[in-house]
């Protein structure tokens, strides 16, 4: 069986990025020129992906019109034959099927997800994190798709360093071969001393629809979140459960740092921008150099 739809959660409050996502959801918050949110849905649709379901606030719904057509400004760049301007807004209109549900309040990632249980309805889906963007030869939700198929539920992983583990969900695996893992716990945000292993959970996951009767059944924890993992682990005690250990490069853009680093890591990418962008870097980092060890 395919796997034809993907959740893409993206009503939580960006807190991290303020005053960023004061107004502007930080899903839409660009990587050079591109919103975040196009990105992960074009990784999406390159992984065989039709339907979007994304998982917005109700007061916060511009990632819903970010695909939708904007006809005012079509026209305008269509009487100025700026045709290439005009294929950039129309592009993402066509990438799939777009359909939104609401999450009135961010009660958690898990209670995102389960939003979405009557659009998914009973099949195999995708879940995306758009705050975790990846740079990969194939992409990161395909990699998934390859090793786990639609039957079994699978996640991406990442090894992290030690002082990061607190900020993940980490997996307790059996080795499988390079790479590949049966999932066996899992431990939302560990204090280092007690994480199973420094396998951290990434924002990709391939779900069976039986996750849902889980993530409803599901006790809130602090701040009355219902957590992903907290779903997750139920659901790996009840059938077998892949973790794979991506291909590629991950930047987080909920956080200051991974957004930097992407527009930079993405900028280089770009053959208009990346000799300019190179020069500019190596004269900085000279400048700065004898300064900072001085
Ligand atoms: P994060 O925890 O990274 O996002 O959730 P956040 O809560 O918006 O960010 P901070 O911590 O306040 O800075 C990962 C993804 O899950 C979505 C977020 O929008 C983000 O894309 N999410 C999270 C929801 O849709 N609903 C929630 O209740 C929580």
């Given at each position: 069986m395919k796997i034809r739809k993907a959740v893409i959660v993206a009503a939580g409050l960006g807190t991290?990025?303020?005053?960023?996502?004061k107004v502007i959801p930080k899903e839409l918050l660009p990587v050079v020129d591109k919103?975040?949110?196009?990105?992960?849905?074009e990784e999406a649709v390159a992984s065989g992906i039709e339907q979007i379901i994304l998982v917005l606030n109700p007061n916060r719904t511009l990632g819903l019109a970010h695909f939708q057509p904007a006809s005012a400004l079509e026209s305008y760049l269509q009487q100025?034959?700026?045709?290439?301007?005009?294929?950039?807004?129309?592009?993402?209109?066509?990438?799939?099927?777009?359909?939104?549900?609401?999450?009135?309040?961010?009660?958690?990632?898990?209670?995102?997800?389960?939003?979405?249980?009557?659009?998914?309805g009973d099949e195999p889906f995708a879940v995306i994190l758009p705050d975790d963007i990846f740079d990969c030869e194939r992409p990161c939700l395909q990699q998934l798709l390859d090793i786990s198929g639609a039957a079994t539920p699978s996640v991406a992983l990442m090894r992290v360093a030690e002082r990061d583990?607190?900020?993940?969900?980490?997996?307790?695996?059996?080795?499988?071969?390079?790479?590949l893992y049966e999932l066996q716990g899992m431990v939302e945000?560990?204090?280092?001393?007690?994480?199973?292993?420094?396998?951290?959970?990434?924002?990709?996951?391939?779900?069976t629809p039986d996750i849902f009767d889980l993530l409803a059944q599901a006790q809130?924890?602090?701040?009355?979140?219902?957590?992903?993992?907290?779903?997750?682990?139920?659901?790996?005690?009840?059938?077998?459960?892949?973790?794979?250990?991506?291909?590629?490069?991950?930047?987080?853009?909920?956080?200051?740092?991974?957004?930097?680093?992407?527009?930079i890591g993405f900028g280089l990418k770009r053959p208009e921008?990346?000799?300019?962008l190179r020069v500019w870097l190596e004269m900085t980092l000279r400048a700065d150099g004898p300064r900072g060890r001085g």
């Open positions: 991290r990025m303020l005053p960023a996502s919103p975040a949110l196009q990105l992960v849905v100025r034959g700026k045709n290439d301007m005009l294929e950039a807004v129309r592009q993402p209109t066509r990438l799939a099927q777009f359909v939104a549900v609401w999450q009135s309040e961010p009660l958690g990632l898990g209670h995102a997800v389960l939003q979405a249980r009557e659009a998914v583990i607190p900020k993940y969900g980490i997996v307790a695996v059996r080795a499988v071969r390079p790479r945000k560990p204090r280092i001393e007690l994480a199973p292993s420094d396998l951290a959970i990434v924002g990709r996951y391939v779900l809130p924890g602090a701040g009355g979140e219902i957590q992903l993992t907290d779903g997750l682990l139920a659901l790996s005690k009840k059938r077998t459960m892949l973790g794979y250990e991506f291909e590629g490069i991950r930047y987080d853009l909920g956080d200051r740092l991974g957004y930097l680093t992407a527009q921008l990346a000799d300019n």
